[in-house]
C-alpha cells in the first residue's frame, strides 16, 4: 500500500522549490528588464555621492547571492572572481569592513563611478554564473538544509528588489543631470486620471493595532505588532497634488521662513531650494523631469520628489499637519486599491481615477512622508544573523515614509511597509497626504 503521507510530503517539497525558483527567476529577470534600455556608458553614470552607478547595483546583489547562499550552502562552490568579494560589498561609509581599494583602503562610494572595469559583459557573466548556481542549489539542497537555503535566498530576493528601485531613482538623477535630459524609456500610453477631489477620512479614533504580523513577508523594523492609541483625526483621501504644491510655490511659500523648521531653512538656504526637485519654470509654465523624458508639469498628479522638510512646511501653510505613522496605517488596512507601483510600466506618479469614497493611492504612486520619527517598536528585537542591523543601525536622524511609489515592487508596498529617510533627502520618489485632528 503506497505511503500517501510520504507522497504528499514529497510533492509540498517539489512545490517550495518551483515556488522559490519562480521568485528568484522573477526578481532576477526584473533587475535585467530594467537596465536593458540603457548603454554601457550609462551603466557607468554616478550623479549623486550617495547614490551608485546602475552596474554596481547589478554586481551588489549578485554578491549578496553568492556571498549569504552560495558559498555558505552550496558544497565545492568557488567564487566567481575572489576580488569581487570586497569589490561589490555592502559599500555604507558608516560600515567598516570595506577592503577593495587599491592596499586594501575602502572603495567610497564617489569612487563607485570609477570601476570602468571590470566591464558591464563582465558583470553580465557574473550574473549568470551566480544565477545558475543558485537554481542549481535550490534543486540539489537537501531536505533537512532547504529552509536555511530558502531563507537567506528570500532575503537576497527583498536585496535585489529594493535595489531595483534605487536603480531607477539613482538613473533618474543622472540623466537629468545630463543637459540633454535624455529619456530612460518612452511614457507607455494610458489614460490620466480626473482632477482630484477634495475629500477625507474620518476615523474615530481608540486603540488600534499596528505592524507587521509575524507570518507575513517584511522587514524586521515593521513588526511586532502592537496597540496605539489615538485621538478622533482626519486623513486626506489622496496625496497633495502638484497643482496645490504649486500654488504654495506661487505663493512665496520658500521665502517665508515662519513655516519651516530651523533646520530645513538652513538646508534650504544652503542648497537653493525654491521648488521640488526636477522642476523648472520655463516661458512662464512649469516643466517636470521624469524617467519617460521633459514634459509639462500635471496639476493632477502627486506631488513628488519633495524632502520631509518641503512636505512639513506645506503643512504648516495649509493649516494642517502631516499623519502620525500610525494613523496611516489604519486608513491604509481598509483601502482595497493599489496605486501605480514597478510593475504597471508607468514610472512617474500619476492622478488616480478616484473611484468610490476613498483613501486612494495609499499604495503606490509616491512614498508619503510621516510625522513620525524613525524608532523601533515596542517589543522589538534586532535579529542576529544575516539581516542583523540592516534596519537597525538606521533607527535614528530619519523620518518615516509610508506606502511605497511608482518605482516600488508590488510586493513591497502594503499598509506596514515602512520606509525612511533623513527628512532633508528629496531623491526618491517622496511625496505626502495631510492630515489634521477631529
Known amino acids: 500500500m503506497p505511503d500517501t503521507h510520504l507522497a504528499d510530503s514529497l510533492d509540498a517539497g517539489s512545490d517550495r522549490r518551483r515556488s522559490l525558483t519562480s521568485r528568484f527567476q522573477k526578481a532576477r529577470g526584473r533587475t535585467a528588464e530594467l537596465v536593458a534600455p540603457l548603454s554601457p556608458e550609462d551603466l557607468m553614470i554616478q550623479s549623486v555621492a550617495d547614490g551608485a552607478p546602475a552596474k554596481w547595483h547589478l554586481a551588489h546583489t549578485t554578491w549578496l547571492f553568492e556571498t549569504t547562499v552560495l558559498i555558505p550552502f552550496s558544497p565545492g562552490y568557488r567564487p566567481y572572481d575572489p576580488h569581487f568579494l570586497d569589490l561589490f560589498q555592502a559599500r555604507d561609509e558608516r560600515i567598516e569592513g570595506h577592503s577593495g581599494g587599491?592596499?586594501?583602503?575602502?572603495?567610497?562610494?564617489?569612487?563607485?563611478?570609477?570601476?570602468?572595469?571590470?566591464?558591464?559583459?563582465?558583470?553580465?557573466?557574473?550574473?549568470?554564473?551566480?544565477?545558475?548556481?543558485?537554481?542549481?542549489?535550490?534543486?540539489?539542497?537537501?531536505?533537512?538544509?532547504?529552509?536555511?537555503?530558502?531563507?537567506?535566498?528570500?532575503?537576497?530576493?527583498?536585496?535585489?528588489?529594493?535595489?531595483?528601485?534605487?536603480?531607477?531613482?539613482?538613473?533618474?538623477?543622472?540623466?537629468?543631470?545630463?543637459?540633454?535630459?535624455?529619456?530612460?524609456?518612452?511614457?507607455?500610453?494610458?489614460?490620466?486620471?480626473?482632477?482630484?477631489?477634495?475629500?477625507?477620512?474620518?476615523?474615530?479614533?481608540?486603540?488600534?493595532?499596528?505592524?507587521?504580523?509575524?507570518?507575513?513577508?517584511?522587514?524586521?523594523?515593521?513588526?511586532?505588532?502592537?496597540?496605539?492609541?489615538?485621538?478622533?483625526?482626519?486623513?486626506?483621501?489622496?496625496?497633495?497634488?502638484?497643482g496645490e504644491f504649486r500654488a504654495f510655490v506661487e505663493a512665496g511659500g520658500y521665502g517665508e521662513r515662519s513655516l519651516w523648521m530651523a533646520d530645513g531653512w538652513e538646508t534650504l538656504r544652503a542648497e537653493g531650494w525654491s521648488a521640488p526637485l526636477y522642476w523648472e519654470r520655463r516661458e512662464g509654465a512649469w516643466q517636470i523631469f521624469t524617467l519617460h523624458g521633459q514634459r509639462p508639469l500635471d496639476p493632477n498628479e502627486p506631488v513628488c520628489h519633495v524632502s520631509w522638510y518641503e512636505a512639513d512646511a506645506f503643512a504648516r501653510w495649509a493649516g494642517k499637519r502631516l499623519p502620525v505613522e500610525a494613523e496611516w496605517e489604519t486608513v491604509a488596512a481598509r483601502c482595497e486599491g493599489m496605486g501605480n507601483l514597478l510593475g504597471t510600466g508607468y514610472r512617474h506618479p500619476r492622478a488616480g481615477s478616484y473611484h468610490g469614497k476613498g483613501p486612494w493611492q495609499m499604495c503606490g504612486d509616491v512614498w508619503e512622508w510621516t510625522r513620525s520619527a524613525f524608532a523601533p517598536y515596542p517589543g522589538y528585537r534586532q535579529p542576529e544573523g544575516l539581516d542583523e542591523a540592516v534596519h537597525g543601525r538606521f533607527m535614528s536622524n530619519r523620518m518615516v515614509l509610508r506606502g511605497g511609489s511608482c518605482v516600488t515592487p508590488f510586493d513591497h508596498a502594503g499598509p506596514w511597509t515602512r520606509h525612511y529617510l533623513r527628512p532633508d533627502m528629496r531623491l526618491s520618489f517622496t511625496g505626502f497626504r495631510l492630515a489634521e485632528d477631529a
Open 102 to 242: 587599491p592596499g586594501g583602503k575602502p572603495v567610497r562610494a564617489p569612487a563607485l563611478r570609477l570601476l570602468s572595469r571590470p566591464s558591464a559583459a563582465d558583470i553580465m557573466r557574473y550574473r549568470d554564473h551566480v544565477n545558475g548556481a543558485v537554481l542549481h542549489l535550490i534543486d540539489a539542497a537537501e531536505d533537512g538544509l532547504f529552509d536555511s537555503v530558502a531563507e537567506h535566498i528570500n532575503i537576497a530576493i527583498a536585496h535585489e528588489r529594493r535595489h531595483q528601485e534605487r536603480l531607477l531613482t539613482h538613473i533618474k538623477h543622472a540623466f537629468w543631470c545630463n543637459p540633454l535630459h535624455p529619456a530612460y524609456e518612452s511614457a507607455p500610453d494610458h489614460v490620466g486620471g480626473g482632477t482630484p477631489p477634495d475629500a477625507w477620512v474620518e476615523h474615530s479614533g481608540g486603540l488600534v493595532e499596528v505592524g507587521r504580523a509575524e507570518p507575513q513577508p517584511g522587514f524586521d523594523h515593521e513588526s511586532p505588532r502592537h496597540q496605539v492609541f489615538l485621538k478622533p483625526f482626519r486623513l486626506a483621501a489622496r496625496p497633495v497634488s502638484c
